[in-house]
């Protein structure tokens, strides 16, 4: 059975640091695309951050580049999200999901299994 | 940056037909993909490429795409389809390739 189970997830001051998990089983995790999706209480669905297969290749969306690094290690089947200078609007579930390519870049990637989801909670 | 609108809501009766669009910037020239998301659930991709269904979707869920809207269509609708539906494209427009959600849109079934 394919799955993804996140963890890492807390509550957090502002300004702190977080690292997000997200064990993969049942699909060779290498050849596969993954990303981060998240969602604040009561809101709709926003693209975080994405990764090649090879991990070679990152994309972020605006509002956490420069702050958020997305990485895997492909020996352990796992995917990070490590969160730096948290701000009150990072308040999310955080869902990994994974891409139906092992390229990001691709008009017809689609997000084709999800996690449960993880909560980060930043508040002083 | 590239925007895909949905209505908030629909409403619709069981047994009836519900159609949910999504608004973007010739959006017909890109592959669509559908998500379910139930309360306290994770998403699940219903329809991927404008019009496929993965395995598992039953043949009420169908897609279209052209110009620039979008549409879900959920045929015989049931109980168990109230749900919010969001969709979703890559936009490679910009120096930022992102992937894009729409606003996202409430079904309820009367």
């Known amino acids: 059975e394919v799955q993804l189970l996140e963890s890492g997830g807390g509550l957090v001051q502002p300004g702190g640091s977080l690292r997000l998990s997200c064990a993969a089983s049942?699909?060779?995790?290498?050849?596969?695309?993954m990303s981060w999706v998240r969602q604040a209480p009561g809101k709709g669905l926003e693209w975080v951050s994405a990764?090649?297969?090879?991990?070679?290749?990152?994309y972020y969306a605006d509002s956490v580049k420069g702050r958020f690094t997305i990485s895997r290690d492909n020996s352990k089947n796992t995917l990070y999200l490590q969160m730096n200078s948290l701000r009150a609007e990072d308040t999310a579930v955080y869902y990994c999901?994974?891409?139906?390519?092992?390229?990001?870049?691709?008009?017809?990637?689609?997000?084709?299994?999800w996690g449960q989801g993880t909560m980060v909670t930043v508040s002083s | 940056s590239y925007v895909l609108t949905q209505p908030p809501s629909v409403s619709v009766a069981p047994g009836k037909t519900a159609r949910i669009t999504c608004g973007g910037n010739n959006i017909g020239s890109k592959s669509v993909h559908w998500y379910q998301q139930k309360p306290g659930q994770a998403p699940v991709l219903v329809i991927y490429?404008?019009?496929d269904r993965p395995s598992g979707i039953p043949e009420r869920f169908s897609g279209s795409n052209s110009g620039n809207t979008a549409t879900l269509t959920i045929s015989r609708v049931e109980a168990g389809d109230e749900a919010d539906y969001y969709c979703?494209?890559?936009?490679?427009?910009?120096?930022?390739?992102?992937?894009?959600f729409g606003t996202g849109t409430k079904v309820t079934v009367l």
């Open positions: 490429y404008d019009s």
């Open positions: 999901a994974k891409l139906s390519l092992v390229v990001v870049v691709a008009a017809i990637n689609a997000f084709d299994i």
């Open positions: 049942g699909f060779t995790f290498s050849s596969y695309a």
């Open positions: 979703q494209v890559w936009d490679s427009s910009s120096d930022h390739p992102r992937y894009v």
């Open positions: 990764i090649s297969g090879s991990g070679g290749s990152t």
